[in-house]
Structure formats: structure tokens, C-alpha cells
């Protein structure tokens, strides 16, 4: 899909997105910050996460942004597992939390930090990152995220580590495999073409569908590193259109 050039009623439906987005954002963060450290962390969960809902709602109803999601049947039902997936696009970010309920998502530090957004996700037990240290963020990583897997919470990795433009590949890291051949549990493959539609940082939003595909998982009983790594990105390639081999590999 190539994008046309933003017109105005484009920005006008983005901005009523905006309005809506930031307002219950802030109604949400506050309502939930007096409710959820009362609950139990599944409780927590299903309260902060619910506005994720009124955010696709409001994205479809006001920028005309729908969703497609092929293989719902292929998430595992019992256990936890690791959720390697594409990052193009602000979207992924909202929509995620209603797709794999519950989880925590490995994410970088700063977004925390972020009014009302971030003190609500501070809650639900996200894996927050200083990306400018390498190897005590990999280590974060397969430490905290052990302990998230064995209270049998699902895990969410963007191995590209940042937004890639759409076309672009950039590197996927083993961050998720290692994760997963640590923890027992499988890795469950997904990418979509959101930044068709919500290009990452853009202000304007593209009416359409965003296809959402979810492979099926792959085991990770008595197999290294690299085997789980490669069959796992191969099928993301392939999902989205590349040739398998064409992303560069990284460790961390």
C-alpha cells in the first residue's frame, strides 16, 4: 500500500483520535492507580488494560483503522510462552494488551516515565530496559522474564528492538529464543502491516485493515538457541513478504 499525501480531513480524524486518546488516558490512569494496587496482578491487569479496548474502538471509529487477526487458534490456551512480533507501529503497543491477556511486555525504561500512561503500565509488571547497556539488559531480560514465565505469565519481545519502517527489516535479536530455551516454553510468532496504516511517529492515520497473522508455536524441548531462533524469524520472513535469511541476526 503506498500512502497518499495527508489531506485535511486526515489530520481532523487524527486530531478527534488524539482528543479521545489523551482524555481517557488521563480519566483511566487515575481511576486505575486508586483501584488496581488493590488487586491481585491478573486484577491489575484486566482493569488497566481494559481502556486498550476503547482505544481500537476509537481508532476504527475515528480514523477508520480496522483489524484482521489470522491464527487466533494457534495461542496457547495453558501456560506461559514467549511472544516474538514486528514493531512498526504505535499500534502494536494498544492492541497487544487485548490480543494476550494477561502478559508483560519487555519494553524500554523511558516509557515509564511517561504521565498517566506510564504509571499505569508501572502496575502491570512490564520488563523496562536501559537500551544503552547491552549485556545487563539481556540479562535483565532472561532474568526477569523466568520469573514472569514461572507465575505463568506470557512474554512479550519486539526482537527488532525499535519501530522498522515498513519494507525495512532491521535486526531481529535472539533476546526471545534465549528467553524461551531458558524458561521450557514455546515462542509464539506474530507480525502484522500496521505501519501501513499508523506509520511509527506519524500524526496521521491511514483508513484500512491491519492484517495480524499468528504462526504456530515453536517448541523448544532439547533444541539450542539458534534452531528456535531461526525457524521462528524464518516464519515472520515469510509472513511478511521477505526472503528467509535476508534480516540480520544479533545476540542481545
Aim: charged share 20%.
Amino acid at each position: 500500500m503506498s500512502q497518499s499525501k495527508p489531506t485535511a480531513l486526515l489530520y481532523i480524524r487524527a486530531t478527534l483520535y488524539y482528543l479521545g486518546f489523551y482524555l481517557s488516558t488521563i480519566v483511566w490512569s487515575l481511576l486505575s492507580l486508586l483501584i488496581a494496587p488493590l488487586l491481585s496482578y491478573r486484577g491489575r491487569f484486566r482493569v488497566i488494560s481494559a481502556v486498550n479496548y476503547f482505544y481500537i474502538f476509537w481508532l476504527r471509529l475515528c480514523c477508520g483503522v480496522k483489524v484482521e487477526v489470522k491464527g487466533r487458534e494457534n495461542i496457547p490456551q495453558d501456560g506461559a510462552f514467549v511472544v516474538i512480533a514486528n514493531h512498526q507501529s504505535e499500534w502494536e503497543t494498544l492492541f497487544f494488551l487485548t490480543l494476550i491477556r494477561p502478559q508483560t511486555t519487555v519494553l524500554k525504561q523511558e516509557l515509564l516515565k511517561i504521565p498517566f500512561f506510564g504509571w499505569g503500565l508501572r502496575l502491570l509488571k512490564p520488563i523496562a530496559l536501559d537500551r544503552s547497556k547491552a549485556r545487563g539488559a539481556l540479562k535483565q531480560l532472561l532474568s526477569q522474564g523466568k520469573d514472569r514465565l514461572a507465575e505463568g505469565i506470557p512474554v512479550l519481545i519486539f526482537p527488532q528492538g525499535t519501530r522498522v519502517p515498513v519494507g525495512k527489516l532491521g535486526k531481529f535479536n535472539k533476546g526471545g529464543a534465549m528467553l524461551a530455551a531458558s524458561g521450557g516454553v514455546p515462542v509464539l510468532p506474530v507480525v502484522h502491516d500496521a505501519g501501513e496504516y499508523w506509520p511509527g511517529k506519524s500524526f496521521v492515520k491511514y483508513p484500512g485493515t491491519v492484517t495480524l497473522q499468528i504462526g504456530k508455536p515453536v517448541a523448544t524441548a532439547e533444541r539450542s538457541v539458534d534452531e528456535i531462533h531461526t525457524e521462528s524469524v524464518n516464519w515472520m520472513l515469510a509472513a511478511m513478504g521477505a526472503p528467509e535469511g535476508r534480516a540480520e541476526d544479533s545476540a542481545a
